[in-house]
């Protein structure tokens, strides 16, 4: 009997990067609404982008790319940004979620979700989570919902893709 293994939730580094860049370009090809890149804008980038991105993104413990891992399988990402001014070091921003199709529905999500707002809640400074979604992304702006987060504003028409516009709903999460 196979025994099934606990998801393993961790930042990713360079040395992730060639799973990271699989995944990646999954996500831009499967949920191409969910991202503001697009696969034709980073499917010629060389492996070592996709390193060097998880690299500059990488400022333990809350700030860069976090993973969900299903065995060795990267199943998911979501990477969690500050700003650098001094008068914004209370909050985040969450960009780039993604969990592969095949494990939807299975928590994978919600327990990815909610162990980096664990972290980000742990620390003393960080009081809010900023992110942003697509208006026509209704799964995404739901399962946000569910995680505590609620809207505060929408910015019409800021996404353009294909000849067709987007708004983008602004939401936040308080601490």
């Given at each position: 009997?196979?025994?099934?293994?606990?998801?393993?939730?961790?930042?990713?580094?360079?040395?992730?990067?060639?799973?990271?860049?699989?995944?990646?370009?999954?996500?831009?090809?499967?949920?191409?609404?969910?991202?503001l890149?697009?696969?034709?804008?980073?499917?010629?980038l060389?492996?070592?982008?996709?390193?060097?991105?998880l690299?500059?993104?990488?400022?333990?413990?809350?700030?860069?790319?976090?993973?969900?891992?299903?065995?060795?399988?990267?199943?998911?990402?979501l990477?969690?940004g500050?700003?650098?001014?001094?008068?914004?070091?209370?909050?985040?921003?969450?960009?780039?979620?993604?969990?592969?199709?095949q494990?939807?529905?299975?928590?994978?999500?919600?327990?990815?979700?909610?162990?980096?707002?664990?972290?980000?809640?742990a620390?003393?400074?960080?009081?809010?989570?900023?992110l942003?979604?697509?208006?026509?992304?209704v799964?995404?702006?739901?399962?946000?919902?569910?995680?505590?987060?609620?809207?505060?504003?929408?910015?019409?028409?800021?996404?353009?893709?294909?000849?067709?516009?987007?708004?983008?709903?602004?939401?936040?999460?308080?601490?």
């Amino acid at each position: 009997m196979d025994e099934i293994q606990a998801p393993v939730i961790r930042l990713l580094t360079a040395t992730d990067g060639p799973a990271y860049q699989a995944l990646r370009l999954q996500s831009l090809q499967e949920s191409p609404q969910a991202f503001l890149s697009t696969y034709d804008a980073e499917k010629n980038l060389q492996e070592k982008s996709f390193a060097n991105q998880l690299d500059w993104a990488y400022h333990p413990p809350h700030h860069g790319y976090f993973g969900i891992f299903m065995g060795k399988e990267l199943a998911g990402y979501l990477q969690i940004g500050k700003s650098y001014l001094e008068k914004q070091n209370h909050i985040v921003f969450a960009y780039n979620f993604y969990i592969a199709p095949q494990y939807r529905r299975q928590g994978v999500a919600t327990k990815l979700f909610q162990y980096v707002l664990n972290l980000v809640a742990a620390s003393e400074q960080i009081e809010r989570v900023y992110l942003t979604c697509a208006a026509t992304n209704v799964p995404a702006c739901n399962f946000y919902k569910k995680m505590g987060f609620r809207r505060f504003s929408i910015r019409a028409k800021t996404i353009k893709w294909q000849g067709v516009y987007d708004d983008e709903v602004e939401m936040v999460k308080v601490l």
